[in-house]
């Protein structure tokens, strides 16, 4: 699981290697989604999720993803 990983970054790299290999690795995916919850890594792991989604044809979850990536985004009120 991703908390096993210290540097959640390092984490990253290891899941991106993991997916290239295997697009449709489930656990893979399921560290990738829980990682969007953190706004540092958020871009890094929606890019590989995006692929992964496509591959797999889940339309559903890339609708999810894009919400949560306009959760993100910095807002007239909220300026990055």
């Known amino acids: ?6 540097d959640k970054p390092q984490g990253l790299a290891t899941l991106r ?3 290239e290999r295997v697009a449709e690795h489930e656990g893979a995916r ?3 989604e829980a990682l969007t919850d953190d706004e540092g890594l958020f871009e890094e792991a929606a ?3 995006e ?5 797999v044809g889940d ?3 890339l609708a999810r ?6 959760g993100f985004a910095p807002t007239a ?4």
């Open 17 to 19: 290697e993991v997916v």
């Open 47 to 49: 890019e590989i999720l």
């Open 65 to 70: 993803l894009y919400e949560k990536r306009i």
């Open 30 to 32: 399921e560290q990738l």
């Open 77 to 80: 009120k909220n300026p990055m």
């Open 59 to 61: 339309n559903g979850a």
């Open 51 to 55: 692929s992964m989604y496509h591959v």
């Open 1 to 6: 699981q991703i908390e096993s990983f210290e």
